[in-house]
């Protein structure tokens, strides 16, 4: 019994050696770092502090939960991701300005087909007696050519027929060609001006009242100078529409035209102040500033607009003030130019939705009515479908082939 007693404390003095000796062993080691603390994923958020972003910023590191494998096995960690980067929205090339009227003339004359088709038809007739040039005319003021124009135009017409004699289907469109084009005026000079001699930038305002598209046309317009190979500065003055100023500043951003904007319901003339001032220190070629659509029957409103004029005139005279009519409101069209050029000195004319009519007449009425010439006109929806007024492919348009 003794013996077994003695064995068994031999045996426990062995293992406590041998034990003390791995310690010892282990000590003079180093150790492998500790796995890494598995966050509590299940816990909640801490809230953050007044002042901090509750979301991670776009232009910092992000981190996300991975299983990595470890010596002890896998465990969730926190791993970092290259931080998000914005890509700068692609600059688009608009079409050459050049011609766009003529590449257009097909949507423009299925538009337009009833006033040209209207008085071809008319005029073929074998006999062409006071009642058929009644139809005639009433065919013109229908189109919004406008009282005068009309008995011009008719009066003119009836003289040629008259000597003419016998009429081919050739002969009279060539008839009818000659006296739209004296209607329409092929002598005035309709670039927009935008080069002045001495100085840079050139300033161009746009005007109209709400709904005409204005903010739109001042978009397209920044696309048509981008076009022709120059630099723009947009200036987004109206401050009262809440989504005007982005839906500028996308416009420019397309074609690579920086937009000046300032506070919703601020002031618009300090906006169009900065944006010249900008487009000054950058150098560019061109500064288009976009006004508040306003009611031409809203005194205060339009007194506003020349106040914008007079602050932009404190950089350099303004170049070019565009009045953006609505090809559709016809004869109600008038009024509001009458009133528009009372306020500003209007010194062109942009007729959209043109496409959208057969009154195409509007553009003999509103030159005579303002003694300035329309510009450009807008024939449809499309980014590229602002195109530079040319007489010859308008009138071509209206009569057909």
């Known amino acids: 019994m003794e013996t077994v007693i003695l064995a068994v404390v031999i045996a426990v003095v062995v293992i406590g050696a041998l034990g003390g000796l791995i310690v010892s062993s282990r000590r003079r080691k180093p150790l492998p770092p500790p796995p890494p603390k598995t966050p509590d994923i299940t816990a909640p958020p801490a809230e953050p502090h007044v ?15 991975e299983e990595v494998d470890l010596p002890g096995g896998s465990a969730p960690v926190a791993v970092e991701e290259p931080p998000v980067v914005e890509e700068a929205p692609e600059i688009e090339i608009p079409e050459p ?31 062409l007696d006071d009642e058929t040039w009644e139809e005639i005319e009433d065919t013109l003021l229908t189109a919004d050519v406008g009282v005068q124009p009309t008995l ?27 006296e739209l084009l004296k209607l329409v005026g092929t002598d005035v000079d309709r670039s927009v001006k935008t080069e002045p001699e001495d100085r840079k930038p050139g300033i161009v305002m746009v005007v109209g009242v709400n709904g005409t598209g204005k903010t739109t046309t001042t978009g397209k317009l920044a696309r048509v100078l981008v076009a022709d190979g120059r630099t723009v500065v947009l200036g987004a003055a109206d401050t009262f529409r809440a989504a005007a100023a982005d839906q500028l500043q996308t416009w420019g951003e397309r074609v690579g035209a920086y937009t000046v904007r300032g506070p919703e ?11 010249v001032k900008e487009g000054k220190e950058m150098g560019v070629d061109v500064v288009l500033i976009d006004t508040a659509g306003r009611l031409h029957t809203k005194t205060g409103l339009m007194d506003e607009l020349g106040k914008v004029k007079r602050v932009v005139e404190k950089h350099a005279p303004l170049d070019e003030v565009l009045l953006v009519l609505d090809a559709t409101t016809g004869q109600n069209g008038l ?8 306020v500003v000195d209007i010194t062109g004319i942009v007729l959209t939705k043109l496409d959208g009519t057969a009154k195409g007449g509007i553009v003999v009425a509103v030159q005579r009515e303002l003694g300035v010439p329309v510009k450009l006109v807008g024939l449809g929806e499309g980014a590229d479908d602002l195109a530079p007024f040319e007489p010859e492919a308008f009138v071509d348009a209206l009569i057909g082939d």
């Open 51 to 65: 002042g901090d972003e509750a979301e991670t910023p776009r232009d910092e590191p992000r981190r996300t939960i």
């Open 97 to 127: 300005t050049a011609g766009r009227l003529v590449r257009l003339r097909t949507r423009l004359s299925r538009s337009q087909n009833a006033l040209g088709k209207g008085l071809l038809t008319l005029l073929s007739r074998e006999h």
């Open 152 to 178: 011009e135009l008719v009066e003119g017409l009836r003289e040629r027929v008259k000597v003419l004699g016998t009429r081919t289907p050739e002969e009279l469109r060539g008839l009818l060609r000659e």
């Open 265 to 275: 319901a601020g002031d618009p003339a300090s906006v169009a102040f900065d944006a």
């Open 335 to 342: 009024v509001q130019a009458r009133v528009f050029a009372e």
